[in-house]
């Protein structure tokens, strides 16, 4: 079976410092993946995404960047953290055969910028 | 044409009730809808879905209504129970899209 692991649970971290979270995934290949961010008591917002090895697409232009350096590891970075980049972090994934696949989500980072 | 709007944003619903949470969507290429439960402090999980060839589908006390002409579906929990207050999303996508739309969420709350 598919697990997805995300690391750290939670981050406390000061403005301008910083940021680079992990996701991977396991049990399968080539997976879709994600990047979502959900501030406090709101929806889910699409950050990035991901078909592929070194393939990323930005979703809204902000402080972070992604990256893909391996099949089933995804990462999101910032180099100086803003206040605004606190919310609660969520990593997915989905079967990349380009059908309707649902999202499978690990138990997110909760970022807090101070 | 992208969005799907799901109301209401809260609802409480006392033990053993009827939930019903709202979701109506535009571009008729959608073909996948899936409904993620999410608890405090959890990732969102999948809890049911439904492709619009079936105008209903049941598992357990969560049915997906599916109205195909009227582009909306809804999510009914019968017999409400403490343990399903939760944020609920609703979501679209279609073949080929790599990404869902969700909707903005409600947050359910039964009451003992």
């Known amino acids: 079976s598919q697990t997805i692991h995300q690391w750290p649970a939670t981050l406390v971290q000061p403005v301008g410092s910083p940021l680079s979270l992990e996701c991977t995934v396991e049990g399968t290949s080539n997976p879709n993946l994600y990047w979502y961010r959900q501030a406090a008591g709101r929806g889910l917002q699409l950050l990035f995404y991901?078909?592929?090895?070194?393939?990323i697409s930005s979703e809204v232009p902000q402080n972070l960047s992604a990256s893909r350096p391996q099949d089933r590891q995804f990462i999101l970075s910032s180099k100086k953290l803003l206040l605004s980049d606190s919310g609660f972090y969520l990593c997915a994934w989905s079967f990349g055969q380009g059908g309707n696949s649902p999202l499978h989500f690990g138990n997110g980072t909760r970022l807090t910028v101070t | 044409q992208q969005q799907v709007k799901q109301s209401p944003q809260s609802l409480i619903v006392q033990k053993g009730g009827i939930s019903i949470i709202n979701c109506a969507y535009e571009n008729t290429a959608f073909d996948y809808f899936p409904w993620y439960q999410q608890f405090p402090g959890k990732g969102p999980a999948l809890l049911i879905a439904i492709r619009p060839d079936v105008s209903e589908k049941k598992e357990g006390r969560f049915t997906i209504s599916f109205n195909k002409s009227a582009k909306q579906f809804s999510l009914h929990i019968m017999d409400s129970q403490p343990g399903d207050s939760a944020t609920y999303f609703c979501?679209?996508?279609?073949?080929?899209?790599?990404?869902?739309?969700f909707g903005q969420g409600t947050r359910l709350t039964i009451n003992p």
């Open positions: 991901s078909v592929g090895i070194g393939q």
């Open positions: 979501a679209a996508t279609m073949y080929g899209a790599q990404k869902l739309v």
